[in-house]
T-cell receptor, first 115, second 113 residues
Framework: AQKITQTQPGMFVQEKEAVTLDCTYDTSDQSYGLFWYKQPSSGEMIFLIYQGSYDEQNATEGRYSLNFQKARKSANLVISASQLGDSAMYFCATGGYSSASKIIFGSGTRLSIRP | EAQVTQNPRYLITVTGKKLTVTCSQNMNHEYMSWYRQDPGLGLRQIYYSMNVEVTDKGDVPEGYKVSRKEKRNFPLILESPSPNQTSLYFC????????????FGSGTQLSVL
């Protein structure tokens, strides 16, 4: 079975500060992927970053990085130098290769950036 | 342009009146899925499909049906909608459920009165 836990329902951060959004996962798959998506107030789902379970390096995409700690089953998203446009809902997700696996999401974190 | 086309964008209906939300992708993706989004609950999976004629239940399949007769299309059917199915629905597709991102449709806001 798979499970994603996001323990921060909402966060407020000052503009230009770095922010970490927490995500822990549980999976019985040996090979799996971890994803972060952003949902602004307009409603669309925007892919941010991906980490494979066998990747040794933490993934980075511009201001986004994924702090992957496999032993702790943790996949936190780090946004450096936050901007007003980063205000949105953020979802962590995972998918695996087993026959029973599928892509599932956490409950999300609403991030608000203060000017 | 690579995209997932989902229709309609908004839908208001009454209890018991059958409806279909269409979903089509032009990327030849094998994996397709339906999610519903409710406040505080995130995106919960309704049904997913690994390929043509292969569909499986997600976490909240009750009250929904799907079919995958063609690779590009994955419609969501509500045979007898009820008010607790009022939600924001997303269709998504991916080339690979582990290593490739999901492409999402624009969403369908459904209200069942």
């Amino acid at each position: 079975a798979q499970k994603i836990t996001q323990t921060q329902p909402g966060m407020f951060v000052q503009e230009k500060e770095a922010v970490t959004l927490d995500c822990t996962y549980d999976t019985s798959d040996q090979s799996y992927g971890l994803f972060w998506y952003k949902q602004p107030s307009s409603g669309e789902m925007i892919f941010l970053i991906y980490q494979g379970s066998y990747d040794e390096q933490n993934a980075t995409e511009g201001r986004y990085s994924l702090n992957f700690q496999k032993a702790r089953k943790s996949a936190n998203l780090v946004i450096s130098a936050s901007q007003l446009g980063d205000s949105a809902m953020y979802f962590c997700a995972t998918g695996g290769y087993s026959s029973a696996s599928k892509i599932i999401f956490g409950s999300g974190t609403r991030l608000s950036i203060r000017p | 342009e690579a995209q997932v086309t989902q229709n309609p964008r908004y839908l208001i209906t009454v209890t018991g009146k059958k409806l279909t939300v269409t979903c089509s992708q032009n990327m030849n993706h094998e994996y397709m899925s339906w999610y519903r989004q409710d406040p505080g609950l995130g995106l919960r999976q309704i049904y997913y499909s690994m390929n043509v004629e292969v569909t499986d239940k997600g976490d909240v399949p009750e009250g929904y049906k799907v079919s995958r007769k063609e690779k590009r299309n994955f419609p969501l059917i509500l045979e007898s909608p009820s008010p607790n199915q009022t939600s924001l629905y997303f269709c998504a597709s991916s080339a690979d459920r582990v290593g490739e991102k999901l492409f999402f449709g624009s969403g369908t806001q459904l209200s069942v009165l």
